[in-house]
């Protein structure tokens, strides 16, 4: 069970147990591993890492698919950023795991609910927390 502190009578938990912890960390990690695959993957669309298509080739197809085959680096690249920084932000939560400071909302102290935490492990707002930012 999560540590607990006394306030007026009330239990109010302070932080996940150790075996929460560890739950979570599982899934993270798991995340982790998809995400830096497919990183990679996207990685390799935008540098042609991998590429074994007609495009050196076939100089007659090439003209009319470099605009496509631009837009679609592009989008390659942008999503590539996406991922990266979902991977950062995974790693910034087995950190928060490991100080045993994961699940904590930084803005409001209170711990943020393990249903939130299971569908978006690098949370760091309660959705009351992240309304309230919004609507600023």
């Given at each position: 069970m999560a540590e607990e502190m006394k306030d007026g009578g009330q239990d109010i938990q302070v932080r996940y147990s150790d075996e929460e912890l560890q739950e979570f960390k599982t899934i993270i990690l798991d995340m982790l591993d998809k995400a830096k695959k497919e990183y990679k993957t996207l990685r390799d669309m935008v540098t042609h890492g991998s590429s074994n298509d007609i495009e050196d080739t076939s100089p007659t197809f090439k003209i009319m698919e470099e605009g496509a085959a631009t837009l679609s680096k592009e989008e390659a690249g942008q999503l590539a950023q996406r991922q990266y920084k979902f991977i950062q932000n995974l790693e910034a939560?087995?950190?928060?795991?490991?100080?045993?400071?994961?699940?904590?909302?930084?803005?409001?102290?209170?711990?943020?609910?393990?249903?939130?935490?299971?569908?978006?492990?690098?949370?760091?707002?309660?959705?009351?927390?992240?309304?309230?930012?919004?609507?600023?």
């Open positions: 939560a087995l950190v928060r795991i490991e100080n045993k400071t994961y699940g904590v909302c930084r803005m409001t102290g209170k711990l943020i609910p393990k249903e939130r935490l299971r569908l978006v492990p690098h949370a760091t707002l309660t959705v009351e927390a992240k309304e309230m930012l919004n609507k600023k």
